[in-house]
């Protein structure tokens, strides 16, 4: 038993492997929340990866990402164009600065 939240194609890769899938549409509010258990699958995936494996899993959690996105009717430029826009505020995680306290 799966009970998750697959890629489009898998139902027909299964068939190709001789297998019967069982499968149904979500409506969109179980959609919404089968997406959310699904990214944090991708994200300790990305966790335990490294290398190659790693950049998979990257790719797998920005397809979770832009599907989140388009319930809200933004896309990964969308994505894209916030993240230039807070790094261009904040700055991004290039220098590796670890904040250890806050003085007054």
Do not use: Q
Not at 25 to 32: F, G, H, K, M, Q
Not at 86 to 91: E, F, L, P, S, V
């Amino acid at each position: 038993m799966y009970h998750k939240l697959v890629r489009d194609k898998i139902p027909k890769i299964i068939e190709e492997n001789g297998e019967i899938p069982v499968t149904r549409i979500l409506s969109d509010e179980n959609y919404l929340i089968e997406l959310e258990k699904k990214l944090t699958e991708e994200h300790n995936e990305v966790l335990g990866a490294s290398g190659d494996d790693r950049l998979e899993e990257l790719a797998d959690l920005l397809e979770v990402m832009v599907a989140l996105a388009k319930i809200d009717n933004k896309t990964l430029e969308d994505i894209i164009d916030k993240r230039n826009e807070k790094r261009a505020k904040r700055g991004g995680f290039d220098n590796k600065i670890f904040l250890e306290d806050v003085r007054k």
